[in-house]
């Protein structure tokens, strides 16, 4: 049986190597995805070409695929840009690992959401069609996506997200980002930031990560209310783990 200080140190453990080193991205080939629905991925590269996006890449995170316990099987993501460059649409599919996530079961580890859009399905074994968009506007991040177990998790003040359920459609989240966008750029007085190249966006990503990497250390990496919100009917033990979290990151 693990104990509950055990739980901590993972679930600490975990959370540091997510987010406090650089997402490792690689560009990928469909042909390395062959489990994945890839006509869903071409639906998804059509449907915003017909409005003047371009593709800019498909890539996975390495970091992500590789860590440790994660019930996440490994997943390409697409990347499209709008057509005036303020907008990035990204697809991908989550799909769940059987066999970690069985064991994770039988031992009773807790389903926790370890970074914000890919593992925000582990609740879910239906595998799940996930569309986002991200815009930035000064220092701040603009992101619009279906992922909605991600929002389990906080974010800080300069990342403003809506989630839509998991069955909203691509044109709706589209929309919903786009009067989102405008709305943004009002407050600010200032137009987005225009991303050009695939090293553009990467660099777009890296903000955002720092961002919120600066965040999950000054929360202690989990809150409370995070860890009940991931155990829903198992309050009692997200209480008892989270007071072992606190006495790790107090050390």
């Known amino acids: 049986m693990v104990s509950r200080r055990e739980h901590a140190e993972r679930i ?10 650089p997402d490792t991205t690689v560009l990928v080939e469909e042909s390395q995805f062959p489990q994945l629905d890839l006509a869903a991925y071409r639906q998804f590269r059509h449907a915003l070409e017909a409005i003047g996006y371009r593709f800019l890449g498909d890539y996975e995170m390495i970091n992500v695929s590789n860590t440790p316990d ?47 859009a890919p593992l925000g399905f582990l609740r879910m074994l239906k595998p799940k069609l996930v569309y986002d968009f991200m815009s930035e506007v000064v220092d701040n991040h603009l992101t619009t996506s279906n992922a909605e177990a991600a929002g389990t998790i906080s974010s800080p003040a300069s990342v403003d997200r809506k989630f839509f359920a998991y069955d909203t459609s691509l044109d709706v989240v589209r929309s919903a980002h786009k009067a989102r966008l405008a709305a943004a750029v009002a407050r600010a007085g200032s137009k987005p930031t225009v991303v050009a190249t695939y090293a553009d966006w990467e660099a777009m990503q890296s903000r955002l990560r720092l961002q919120k990497a600066a965040h999950r250390a000054a929360v202690g990496w989990i809150t409370r209310d995070e860890l009940r919100a991931m155990s829903p009917g198992n309050q009692t033990i997200a209480d008892e783990i989270f007071e072992e979290v606190q006495a790790i990151v107090s050390r």
Request: net charge positive; with cysteine; charged share 20%.
């Open 12 to 21: 600490v453990a975990k959370m540091k190597a997510l987010y406090s080193q």
């Open 70 to 116: 994660s019930v996440m099987a490994r997943t390409m993501i697409r990347c499209m840009l709008s057509a005036d460059g303020e907008t990035c649409a990204a697809h991908y599919q989550a799909h769940p690992r059987m066999e970690r996530v069985l064991s994770n079961l039988f031992v009773g580890v807790l389903n926790l959401r370890l970074i914000d």
